[in-house]
Nanobody
Framework: QVQLVESGGGLVQPGGSLRLSCAAS????????MDWYRQAPGKQREWVST???????NYANSVKGRSTISRDNGHALVYLQMNSLKPEDTAVYYC?????????WGQGTQVTVSS
């Protein structure tokens, strides 16, 4: 059974930083690309970043240059370091993985950027 558990969200002031974590289980973590998505109130869920099994990374334009995705295959963890946070980054952030059996999602972690 695939499980993804996010943590690290919270309330932060504009310009601040957060590191989100996602712990995966039930998959051979090292062979899959891992994704972060987010969903702001009243908006559709949007892709944020991907890290491939080989460590290549991609970012949405909205977070490029301010965020870094990384992974720890030994502990089945994926991270999203977010810097210079803006109010428009406020959203629930989801970890996700697509396997041959389908796409799986965590429960999400709330990030609120506000003064």
């Amino acid at each position: 059974q695939v499980q993804l558990v996010e943590s690290g969200g919270g309330l932060v002031q504009p310009g601040g930083s957060l590191r989100l974590s996602c712990a995966a289980s039930g998959i051979v973590f090292s062979i899959y690309a891992m994704d972060w998505y987010r969903q702001a109130p009243g908006k559709q869920r949007e892709w944020v970043s991907t890290i491939t099994s080989g460590g290549s990374t991609n970012y949405a334009n909205s977070v490029k240059g301010r965020s870094t995705i990384s992974r720890d295959n030994g502990h089945a963890l994926v991270y999203l370091q977010m810097n210079s946070l803006k109010p428009e980054d406020t959203a629930v952030y989801y970890c996700s993985v697509s396997t041959g059996q389908g796409r799986y999602w965590g429960q999400g972690t709330q990030v609120t950027v506000s003064s």
